[in-house]
């Protein structure tokens, strides 16, 4: 047992630090603060090549696919150092933390050469497709249509929480192929690129200000054979599969919770009560709850380490205990952060303007509570795929 | 990083774990309980043969020579198996003895310690014992753990004589009722005995030639706090899985209660947590083997969420099982009544916490 860095982790640590600080400078946080919509995707196209040319994008995955065959805790120091240095959400992940990996255990040879390097470079970008208006939690019940004519499939149907369609290239999408079949037995998953037509994608606007997923309306899209993956009627392990490396992927936001922690320390160190004589973090009450809240975070960064030991390459069930915690402890930690800031002075302009970021990110929490499975289906999951409870 | 256990120390879990189903079985447990005997020698005999009393003991003592892991290993066994042993209190002792203690004192102690020939209490950790203006020493404490069958009782003494504030004499003490008041601590708790309010009567026994400085103190601290989280948590482990059965077993409203969301989401909750404490107290053994100036806060942190966790826990357990929870007839009232005494043996409920909100800058 080591819950230390080796030497090798060592120095591979410090020079992801050094290439972070090298690259990931002040001027390149306010040319990303200028950019929006699809000049927003180009920059960050631009920075996951870089990563990729680093050798810090898709660290762990095999060689032969664009990666380092390093082990899982190389990636996860990859992960802690960006969210130590406050970088920008990867919109990426989608892509190379849930598909791409799917597609390393599921896709055709030819559908690995085809799409797996311009993943992991940055070339392209991926959404999924699986939610739509009736079918959330439910997905296995899910109505969207695909039939086979003449050596073509046509989708018609409609998909909903699509995050990032707007401005990706591929959608990764579950359709139902037959109905005769057991629900979750007649589903198959298609690459659509999302160029096709027949395809409208309706921006969604979300409650903390951003319009960052969307409605889509497939009306008679035609897509060839080749863009089944893994078997017809065989979509529903690779969305099982997909999703378990999402709530692994998502379950990284616990190093971004030890780093929010930080952050909750300074603001609390540097902010003063309205009345102007103390100081948050000198507050009883502010230091039981902060204490409270980094105890959790040190959870979750303990927790990445030991099951990353644990499953290996293979995320199961226990990913369902990461994400739930990890997602459910942001929210928390985000409402404490407005808290402190509902005790400053907030006729103070300054002060008025951090209230405003913290207020957006508060909001943006309760989005992951939800996304990638509520918490109560991954308590559903915990309880009867690791504890064995009937369904 | 590689946050899991090597070959070796699987291979010593699975003895420690088959050394406790063979030799700690719920009806020894039982019985015990409506007993009078101190403790289960066999059990103790067993662990002895096995290297576990001697784990912090050096081998050229008859020790296993291993570290807390190791020892947090087997404590983890006996926390979830109720097992009527003073096996923390004798591990502390044993690490202090070989640290400070002069070769005689080693002699004289440690191989009869790692032979399970006697067993050990030890007071002052938190709240040190001291001097009054005659030198006499003096110092109250309760609840003590093994106070009325030690063969040992380890005092540890502030040393403000030499104007240092961080520095401790710790005392053998081998006639226990010479040198101090012994009245028993009363308790619910059956699964151990000798449970003891120990006051000095001014006699000090010997001191260990060597002294602890500050570090040396917060490592006995943490060493205390991270054994005991750890026999919380295998506790723990096992009133979850009891819940977990019965919830599998009984049927209300024609099917089994584990088929109803509030039973699933509760097991659910309290699986995430036991998870949580479980990367907690394997991070603090491990930082008293490895990295000691993290030790104190990662032992402190094991054990605010112990006594939070086991406690939520043990208490869930009876609330899944309904009214025959709430009878003896069933084992889950043996778990809660251990943790609410583990809750106030190594210091009192939320000095953890405190301690955590003292060094809430460093936590970060």
Known sequence: MRLTDSTQEAEFRTYVRDWLADNLTDQWRRDFGATEGRERIDFLKDWQGRLFDAGLAVRSWPAAFGGRDAPLA?????????????????????????????????????????????????????????????????????????????????????????????????????????????????????????????????????????????????????????????????????????????????????????????????????????????????????????????????????????????????????????????????????????????????????????????????????????????????????????????? | MQFSFTEDQQMIRDTAESLVARSCQMTEVRAFGDGQSDFVDALWQDLAKAGFNGALVAESHGGSGLGMLEAGIALEALGGALAPVPFLSTTAVADLIGRLGSDEQKSRYLSKIAAGQISAAIVGCPDPAHRDENGALRGQWAPVANAESADLLLVVVADTATGDADSYSVNVIEDIKDSCTVETFDTMDRTRRGFGAITLTGAAGVPLAGSLDGDGYARLGAILAAGSAVEMLGGAVQVLEMAKTYAMERVQFGRPIGAFQAIKHMLADQLVALEGLRSLVWAALWAIDNAPEEAPLAAATAKAVADQVALQLAGENIQIHGGIGFTADIDAHLYVKRVQLDRLVWGPPGIHTDFLEAHLEEMA
């Open chain 1, 74 to 391: 190389e990636s996860l120091i990859v992960f802690e150092e960006l969210a130590n240095a406050d970088a920008p959400p990867d919109v990426f992940r989608i892509g190379v933390r849930i598909i791409a990996p799917m597609i390393m255990e599921l896709a055709s040879e030819d559908q690995r050469t085809r799409f797996l390097p311009h993943i992991a470079e940055g070339l392209n970008l991926w959404s999924q497709g699986f939610s739509e208006p009736d079918n959330g939690s439910d997905l296995s019940a899910l109505t969207t249509r695909a039939i086979l004519k003449n050596g073509k499939y046509v989708i018609n149907g409609q998909k909903v929480w699509n995050t990032y369609g707007h401005l990706a290239d591929y959608c990764l999408l579950l359709a139902r192929t037959n109905t005769e079949a057991p629900p979750h037995k007649g589903l198959t998953a298609f690459i659509v690129p999302l160029s096709t037509r027949g395809i409208d994608i309706r921006p969604l606007r979300q409650i903390n200000g951003q319009q960052d997923f969307n409605e889509i309306f497939l009306d008679d899209v035609e897509v060839a054979e080749d863009a089944v993956v893994g078997e017809v009627d065989g979509g529903w392990i690779v969305a099982m599969t997909m999703l378990g490396f999402e709530r692994r992927g998502i379950s990284v936001l616990g190093f971004a919770c030890r780093r929010l922690f930080q952050r909750l320390i300074d603001v609390a160190r540097v902010t003063s009560t309205r009345d102007g004589k103390q100081r948050l973090i000198d507050l009883p009450g502010v230091r039981e709850k902060l204490t409270s809240v980094g105890i959790q975070a040190r959870i979750a960064v303990l927790n990445n380490h030991r099951f990353a030991a644990m499953s290996g390459g293979k995320p199961g069930a226990e990913t369902s205990m990461q994400k739930l915690h990890t997602t459910e402890l942001n929210k928390t930690m985000h409402a404490l952060a407005l808290d402190l800031m509902g005790k400053s002075d907030l006729t103070d302009p300054h002060a008025r303007s951090q209230f405003s970021e913290w207020e957006r990110d508060y909001l943006t929490s309760f989005g992951m509570t939800i996304a990638g499975g509520t918490s109560q289906i991954q308590r559903n999951i915990i309880s009867e795929r690791l504890l064995g409870l009937p369904r």
